[in-house]
């Protein structure tokens, strides 16, 4: 599991080894590090180190001087460094360190034109940016700024650059803790980020800024300390999954109840159940229309069908929503599954149906609309656009007014617990932004609620605390949606209908994974 701390707690737990003399042995680990990504990268795109040319950005902390000593090694290796410094006061020893092993140090202050410089990094085989780490406040000023401008008008945006840029800790330019951008930013191909990830680098435009990430340890005790954001990896997906045992039958496995669809949109429902029969469930008991049943059977005849109501069909979880307009029954039964206290996952039309005050065990799955109108019923407003623009931010709103655990779709999925626990998944492809596509994640998640609504030991197995299990089980269907997406992608444009055997191949792939070591 990815975790991301704030910039004050890493520096909090920084704090005691600096204070214990071992400050700038924490940097040369840093620089190690950074370094050591520097050379693979350079490799990697076929470049030879001897030979090859390194631009380093050193702005006035200790990021430009762990920016300094990684320029210092790769000089050993034969790279030609020249060192920019944006501020007049970098970090001494290091800049003494990178000019004794032969480094080229140009300062940059405000008044000097940065255009021979930012020439010379946009021909540069490498950029290490080094210019503000955690000690950032508000975007970049200044020279800074100026080079930054002065070398994406040379260099041209990332993935039409030549020259390939690795942030040291954190692209500078993004809010360390909440990802914004407020001016330029410097984005990056590749970030080594140390100690922790910061919650910038998993949020908002921060995390588009970040590119691969690379996670350094370097020795910080983080365990005091409780992470802003968390985004879950293959490994807690497997960790998290409910595997069938010898002893299971469909019952204990877990039965799904479905309550989706109408005369008017069956497709939702057929989608809903393909998706949660490829997730793996004990049984799928589907709610609805005689007609919609009728479509369902067509693919999937395993599928338990009733137009009876929720108090007579028993089950592990419901799923209620998608395609559910202009139909009083399926209404009445999305009220009855959010009163029925067990697991409900919630989306499109049963979104409006929502009781006052819910628990974590309710899944809302709205997308930015949604959740406008959902906070406006309860006298919240906010632009759909400032929604989209701090998805975390109203996410974690509408989890503290609702009690339910909130995931709103997106490009990046932003899942709330009402506890404040946020995760953030980027899984998922461009291509999945198609229609149906959000009643095949509605599928997913509902099988995972049936599957473990009766396993105590889940939020353990992710050293999680109970109250954010469903705010995990949220993320993992992401992550499964995302990646089945992907999967189907390759085929060419997404078509929905198909993505179940994406599901499977996918979760089978999952299960292979060891287990989680964090
Ligand atoms: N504390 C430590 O022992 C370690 C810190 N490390 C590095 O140190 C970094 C943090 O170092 P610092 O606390 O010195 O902080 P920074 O390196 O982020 O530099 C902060 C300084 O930059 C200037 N500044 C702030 N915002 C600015 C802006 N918007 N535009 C222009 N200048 C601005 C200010 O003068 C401020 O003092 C981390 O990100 C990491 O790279 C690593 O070396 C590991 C060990
Ligand atoms: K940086």
């Not at 620089?31 to 380093?56: D, I, K, M, N, W």
């Not at 435009?205 to 970040?210: E, F, I, K, L, N």
Request: with cysteine; charged share 20%.
């Amino acid at each position: 599991m990815l975790e991301a701390f704030s910039g004050a707690d890493v520096r909090a737990a920084e704090a005691p080894l600096i204070d214990a003399g071992q400050g700038d042995a924490l940097m040369q680990r840093a620089a190690h590090a950074l370094f050591g990504v520097a050379l693979g990268l350079l490799r990697e795109a076929g470049r030879s180190t001897y030979g090859a040319t390194a631009v380093v950005l050193a702005g006035s902390g200790k990021n430009g001087g762990d920016a300094l000593y990684a320029g210092e090694r790769l000089l050993r290796r034969g790279v030609g460094v020249t060192a920019v410094l944006l501020a007049g006061n970098v970090h001494a020893p290091s800049l003494d360190a990178f000019q004794r092993a032969g480094g080229t140090a140009v300062g940059l202050d405000d008044a000097t034109e940065p255009s021979a410089l930012a020439d010379h990094a946009a021909a540069a085989d490498i950029v290490i940016d080094g210019i503000l780490g955690t000690g950032a406040s508000g975007g970049l000023r200044g020279s800074a700024l100026h080079f930054v401008e002065a070398f994406h008008a040379r260099a041209g945006a990332r993935g039409s650059r030549s020259a390939i840029v690795v942030a040291c800790d954190l692209p500078s330019g993004i809010g360390v803790d909440d990802g914004r951008i407020s001016g330029a930013v410097l984005e990056a191909d590749a970030t080594v980020t140390f100690g922790a990830v910061k919650p910038g680098l998993l949020l908002g435009d921060g995390a588009q800024a970040a590119g691969e990430l690379d996670v350094v340890d370097i020795g910080l005790e983080m365990s005091s300390f409780t992470p802003v954001v968390r985004t879950l990896l293959d490994a807690d997906v497997a960790a998290l999954f409910s595997r069938p045992t010898s002893r299971d039958q469909k019952y204990t496995r877990g039965v799904l109840g479905i309550a989706a669809g109408s005369t008017r949109y069956p497709g939702a429902a057929a989608l809903a159940v393909g998706a949660a029969l490829a997730t793996g469930v004990g049984m799928v008991r589907y709610l609805g229309p005689e007609s919609v049943a009728a479509l369902i059977h067509q693919h999937n005849p395993e599928v338990v069908a009733s137009t009876g109501s929720i108090a007579d069909a028993r089950s592990q979880a419901w799923a209620v929503g998608p395609g559910a307009v202009d139909d009083d029954d399926q209404r009445r039964r999305a009220v009855d599954a959010l009163h029925s206290g067990l697991p409900v996952v919630v989306d499109a039309g049963a979104l409006t149906e929502l009781p006052e005050r819910v628990g974590p065990h309710v899944i809302l799955t709205p997308h930015a609309g949604e959740l406008q109108q959902l906070l406006a019923a309860r006298g919240i407003d906010a632009e759909r656009s400032a929604i989209e623009a701090e998805p975390a931010r109203f996410a974690l709103r509408a989890a503290e007014v609702t009690g339910a655990t909130v995931l709103l779709k997106g490009f990046a999925t932003t899942i709330a617990s009402p506890s404040g626990a946020l995760f953030v998944q980027r899984d998922a492809t461009p291509w999945l932004a198609t229609a149906g596509s959000g009643d095949t994640l509605t599928g997913i998640i509902g099988a995972l609620g049936a599957t473990l609504a009766e396993d105590d030991g889940a939020a353990k197995r992710l050293r999680l605390p109970p109250e954010d299990l469903w705010a995990a089980v949220a993320a993992a269907g992401a992550l499964i949606h995302g990646r089945a997406g992907r999967r189907a992608a390759r085929r060419g444009p997404v078509v929905v209908s198909t993505l179940p055997a994406d599901i499977g191949a996918v979760i089978a792939d999952l299960l292979q994974e060891p287990p989680p070591t964090t």
